[in-house]
């Protein structure tokens, strides 16, 4: 019930498409839903972040869905360039006792090719 | 750069020898976290602090690891007797809560190799 499933595991788009990476959750507590962008030998960097109380967040070139009823969410990156490609993670948390503790999807590979 | 410190970036080691990894937070964020991550995988929670409180631990975090916050400040995470299962990202967070909600800072993380 902790896990997040992310799709796909890589993914391959042309510069100035649309890359859209998907995951589901299964525990209703989790409050807080982030995506992160990590690129080779960096650690994880916050992209955008979105509460269940909205079911969609824009920030430039990046929205997030949200979809509570079927405990999903995803990412679109509009306008994809090739300095996007790194690998994306979503995560979900809820807080315990002040923390929030992230539970991470398993990844996607992005490739913008130019 | 995201104000999280981590020390070393590379470490190889032999197998059954001991590591320490610090994590520097950023200075006003009470609470820090370790994560492990494996290749093509994504982090892993192994614990959190609050202040200098190690509030919880994964089940992750076999006998053989020890984290400490001495003073809320600095943290250090320790393996003992290492072995080649241990080979990972060790990734160090640390969050503040804000009228918007909350962002963890990650650090650009320890690779440990051990051979």
Known sequence: QQQVKQSPQSL???KGGISIINCAYENTAFDYFPWYQQFPGK???LLIAI??????KKEGRFTISFNKSAKQFSLHIMDSQPGDSATYFC????RVQGAQ????GQGTRLTINP | DTGVSQDPRHKITKRGQNVTFRCDPISEHNRLYWYRQTLGQGPEFLTYFQNEAQLEKSR???DRFSAERPKGSFSTLEIQRTEQGDSAMYLCATDETGTGGTEAFFGQGTRLTVV
Request: net charge neutral; hydrophobic share 50%.
């Open chain 1, 43 to 45: 650690g994880p960097a």
């Open chain 1, 51 to 56: 509460r269940p109380d909205v079911s969609e």
């Open chain 1, 101 to 104: 503790k992230l539970v991470f």
């Open chain 1, 91 to 94: 995560a979900a948390s809820m």
């Open chain 2, 60 to 62: 992750l975090l076999s």
């Open chain 1, 12 to 14: 391959i788009v042309q």
